[in-house]
């Protein structure tokens, strides 16, 4: 290897019109991988196997699109206007506030953005390259041209390549090429240097899925270089569509914002025909308006859900889509897989059951657990006999053939790729003394049938000594591998399998037997007849000790959890009752039965609803299991890792993938990745959805009822013909010290207990429903009409208008820092919410009315603003009136609990 490959030698080649060996040559490596010295220098030259993404936008491009706004247009209309009348303060002051409310809205928007790009990083995709002669699992980032790849059904393809080798190979190009019908492949064509992308039978393509089958691969170009790179390239500075909850209340927020509107121009027109002059009168809509309007509530509800986001991520569950986070809190059921999600996934042979060439039996214990090779082998507490050896030594011989995984043991690490079932046979052979590469070395493959979940058995064939015919040696399901073998009572064998299942094992057969040579090398199903049956292997997967605790707070949380998984029922319902979400056998419900049940909807459909089991299901069920389930009125989430499982996780309401053991198909198809492939870890990510959901009722509760407030003070006021009782520019005050600061600290606000003791919200709740609303009136309106009451007493009091203005502006600000604790719950007192669960929010409310007080003794502002220092007995007499908002939230919060202990 020379390592010196360069952009320029590869770069618009036509690698299809090239044979393996001189693409191999090109490339300068071989079928034995790159060396890790060439791999740096190729890194350092192509760059990093990455597509070209959105750039982020600057913080000055961020700071501009503030100002694309009809409220910020208003303003700065309404500043023009205070310039023509000679208002030079306040005009002034309209600039101050647009720029302090870009600089605000900059930094939300930036860090959202910034959330997000951190996010993409905690999902990393893995390839099998082969380097330093040795498979490795390697960050597909790090691919260069000349690495060798391998793939297995479910992977995406990381990088354009062209092939070197395969078996019965498929893969989906409909990215591409918009061709759904999966498309075969040949390593051994050579095609024409013009063919047309979907012709190219012999290359595979960045981001396409491999379907089925095996394959080899020799990267050609990575990152921007390969096809997918370059729409990529077109693509990076797409516009982003915003979260459905968010579009929601940005359209909720536009009615909103009409309503204001009409009931502005309604105060406009009564304050015109009071003979209030007409400037006053605009500029006072004006700033009503935008102090009113929720004109922040969507970039809030973003903050909210990047908060929750990258919550989630603190917890191992990494969101794909922001709506997961709100969807994921009104989950009603959890389909979830057995294997890695409930299980640990490091499955180990523990018990063999051998077949003899007399009828006889053999049932062998095995010692030790997990990957490293430790643990005796014994039959009924002592040491085997030669038959008993010899039996188990054929098994464990076939087991490691037939197997496309690789393990390496040094010393205590243990290093391994592959299925665990592979692994496992690999672990069961290097305790026996056996070694993969030697036993490969000895008995040369000639074909392959890889293991597909629809076939449920591989199958490899090597030479005999006589060379003339070849030995199959077939792995798989017992009911699939016994009927294709002679000399034994099938019926005795399956009744072994079962009765190794309910013990909980899961069980597969090994046969080997002679076959034609052309058979070999067809590598065909329908000739696999005449085995002889070597044994039944039992494998224990151990249950994950966290997750029976996870099913008993998911049924506490009113979620149903379901086990679907490929085992023998018996196996299936073994594990269930250890997990606690079985006992009886009427609660299991088989793939075949499914089928079976296909001609009658109504049936198939109770099956879904009543099973809490289901085994021996095929993949393509699983979808209609999950539309069973929706369509009795479930909220659903399903877990999956297998290509398979992509349908499934799409239709899903909520689609979770393994980060770990996932192929890369199922992560792209899901909303939440599992980092760690463990159920457990998706209790705490609906706790947290069911927080960010709560968090943004809070958002909407705070925002409209003080809007609301402002405007009942002003129609009442205006009614009554009291003078106008906040100018525009006190108007435009109170928003920027109230708006934009508390509301955003709320996002910050920690769950409230029982959380998870709650049953899940109903599927179509909407957020502004009957209770928000009624809370939104009482509260706006007793804020409005009590601030209306102060004015109108204060001035009659004899107190003059701008000394009433100063009493009045700081009961509203002190009235929506009130509003706020109230916000921090529907249901608890706030005299019980511990200040320090949110000290975001605490700092803000003190920061509001601090710089409010600072601004009443600084020269200058305080003119502008109207403020004047507050003697001690105003200041206790205006906080009295508004502490007394917070009366009104707990009597509403008594209200709500009494209602909810109703329900």
């Known amino acids: 290897m020379t390592g010196s490959l360069s952009p320029d030698q590869v770069s618009e080649r036509a690698w299809h019109n090239l044979s393996p060996d001189q693409v191999l040559a090109v490339l300068e490596t ?153 498309v075969e492949k040949n390593a051994n064509m050579v095609v024409a240097d013009d063919a047309p992308l979907a012709e190219r039978s012999n290359m595979l393509y960045a981001a396409t899925t491999v379907l089925s089958g095996r394959v080899t691969g020799i990267v050609t170009a990575t990152g921007a270089a390969t096809e997918v790179g370059r729409i990529a390239v077109a693509l990076a500075h797409r516009r982003v569509a915003s979260p459905p909850l968010v579009t929601r209340l940005a359209r909720f927020g536009r009615i909103i914002g009409v309503v204001t509107l009409l009931s502005i121009g309604l105060i406009g027109a009564i304050q015109l025909a009071q003979g209030v002059p007409l400037v006053t009168v605009f500029l006072v809509a004006v700033a009503l308006a935008v102090a009113a309007i929720p004109e922040g509530l969507p970039a809030a509800i973003t903050i909210a859900l990047a908060v929750a986001t990258n919550r989630m991520a603190r917890r191992n569950v990494i969101v794909r889509a922001l709506p997961a986070v709100e969807g994921l809190g009104a989950c009603t059921v959890i389909a979830s897989d057995k294997t890695g999600t409930l299980t640990c996934n490091e499955l180990t042979v523990k018990q063999v059951l051998l077949f003899g060439d007399a009828g006889q039996t053999f049932r062998i214990d095995i010692g030790g657990e997990g990957y490293l090779p430790i643990g005796g082998v014994t039959t009924e507490g002592r040491d085997l006999i030669d038959i008993e050896e010899r039996l188990l030594i054929d098994l464990a011989v076939s087991g490691a053939l037939c197997n496309e995984a690789t393990l390496r043991i040094d010393g205590a690490t243990v290093e391994h790729v592959g299925d665990t079932v592979d692994v496992a046979f690999l672990v069961l052979a290097a305790k026996l003394g ?50 294709m073998c002679d000399g034994i009572d099938a019926d ?14 899961r069980v597969l057969a090994l046969a080997r037997g002679t076959v034609p040579m052309n058979v070999a090398l067809k590598a065909t199903q329908t000739d696999l007849q005449g085995l002889q049956l ?82 021996r299901v095929e993949p393509v069920q699983k979808l209609s299991i999950v539309e069973a389930l929706q369509r009795a009125g479930h909220v659903v989430a399903v877990t999956g890792d297998g290509v398979n499982d992509a349908p499934a996780l799409s239709a899903a309401d909520i689609g979770v993938a ?90 910050f606000e920690k769950g409230e207990p029982g959380v998870l003791e709650r049953q899940p919200r109903p599927p179509h709740e909407r957020l502004f429903e009957r209770r928000m609303i009624t809370q939104v009136l009482v509260a706006g309106t007793y804020m409005g009409g009590a601030a209306f009451a102060f004015y109108a007493w204060s001035l009659d009091r004899g107190f003059s208008e701008p000394v009433a203005r100063n009493l009045l502006l700081l009961l509203m600000v002190m009235f929506e820092n009130m509003h706020a604790l109230n916000a921090r719950s529907e249901t608890r007192s706030v005299f019980r919410i511990p200040f320090a669960a949110n000290p975001f929010l605490i700092i803000a409310i003190v920061a509001a009315q601090g710089l409010h007080i600072t601004a009443m003794y600084v020269p200058g502002l305080n003119d502008v603003l109207g403020l004047q220092p507050v003697a001690l007995a105003d200041w206790l007499m205006v906080a009295a009136v508004a502490a007394s908002l917070l009366i009104v939230g707990e009597i509403l919060k008594m209200i709500t609990v009494a209602q909810n202990r109703r329900n």
């Open 30 to 182: 071989n079928e034995t991988g790159l060396e890790s010295a060439d791999v740096e220098v190729r890194r350092a030259a192509f760059g990093a196997n990455v597509l070209p993404r959105r750039e982020r936008l600057s913080l000055l491009v961020i700071y501009l699109r503030q100002f694309k706004s009809p409220l910020v247009y208003l303003l700065l209309v309404a500043a023009a206007v205070s310039l023509a009348v000679g208002e030079l303060t306040d005009a002034v002051f309209i600039f101050v506030v647009l720029q302090v409310n870009a600089a605000i809205g900059s930094y939300q928007e930036y860090r959202a953005e910034a959330s997000a790009a951190a996010l993409d990083a905690l999902v990393p995709n893995f390839a099998v390259a082969v380097r330093d002669g040795a498979p490795r699992q390697v960050d597909a980032r790090d691919l260069v041209p000349g690495d060798i790849v391998r793939m297995v059904s479910g992977a995406l393809v990381p990088a354009d390549m062209r092939l070197l080798a395969d078996n019965e190979f498929a893969v989906d190009e409909s990215l591409l090429t918009g061709e759904s019908v999966p």
């Open 492 to 505: 005795t064998a399956l009744a072994a399998a079962d009765h190794m299942a309910t013990q909980g094992y």
């Open 434 to 483: 056996l070694q993969q590469r030697i036993l490969q070395a000895e008995q040369p493959q000639l074909g392959l049938i890889p293991y597909e979940p629809r076939r449920k058995f591989a199958a490899l064939f090597t030479r005999n000594d006589q060379g003339h015919s070849a030995c199959a040696h077939v792995k798989g399901a017992a009911e699939v591998i016994v009927p």
């Open 534 to 615: 070597i044994g039944l292997v039992g494998l224990i997967d151990p249950l994950r000790p966290e997750v029976p605790v996870a099913i008993a707070q998911c049924r506490a949380a009113g979620i149903d959890v379901r086990m679907i998984t490929g085992d023998h029922p018996q196996t299936a319902l073994a594990i269930a009752r250890d997990l606690g979400l079985a006992d009886t056998t009427d609660r299991v419900v088989t793939g075949a039965e499914l089928s079976a049940a296909n001609r009658n909807p109504a049936e198939f459909d109770h099956l879904a609803s009543t099973a809490r089991i289901f085994a």
């Open 658 to 747: 393994m980060g770990r053991g996932g192929t890369d198909a199922a992560r792209a198809a899901a909303d939440l990745i599992l980092a760690d492939d463990n159920l457990a870890t998706i209790v705490p990510g609906i706790e947290e959805g069911r927080i960010a959901y709560d968090n943004v009722r809070k958002l909407i509760y705070l925002l409209i009822t003080t809007g609301l407030g402002e405007i009942v003070l002003f129609l009442l006021s205006i009614i009554a013909q009291l003078p106008v009782p906040l100018f525009a520019v006190q108007l435009l005050w109170l928003n920027l010290v109230t708006n934009g600061i508390q509301d955003i600290a709320l996002a």
